[in-house]
């Protein structure tokens, strides 16, 4: 299920407080600071330290959580 179009509206990146764009509906990305948030069970992890560990990662280089949801 996608996250809302006016939840995401109000969604801001934590650190740099800059809009996020949906990602394969499955990551948040901030459009100032590249910081990468996951979408796990519905619920946006807006943690810096988890934004942090996928800054410098492409998005094409992103885990499919997608993938991994339905396998549980």
């Given at each position: 299920?996608?996250i809302?179009?006016?939840?995401l509206?109000?969604?801001?990146c934590?650190?740099?407080?800059s809009?996020?764009?949906?990602?394969?509906?499955?990551?948040?990305?901030c459009?100032?600071?590249s910081?990468?948030?996951?979408?796990?069970?519905?619920?946006?992890?807006l943690?810096i330290?988890?934004?942090?560990q996928?800054?410098?990662?492409?998005?094409?280089?992103l885990p499919?959580?997608e993938?991994?949801e339905?396998?549980?």
């Amino acid at each position: 299920m996608p996250i809302k179009k006016e939840l995401l509206a109000i969604l801001a990146c934590p650190q740099c407080k800059s809009s996020v764009e949906l990602y394969k509906n499955t990551w948040l990305i901030c459009s100032n600071c590249s910081r990468k948030y996951p979408i796990k069970n519905n619920i946006p992890v807006l943690l810096i330290e988890v934004g942090d560990q996928f800054k410098e990662v492409s998005q094409e280089q992103l885990p499919d959580l997608e993938a991994n949801e339905s396998s549980r």
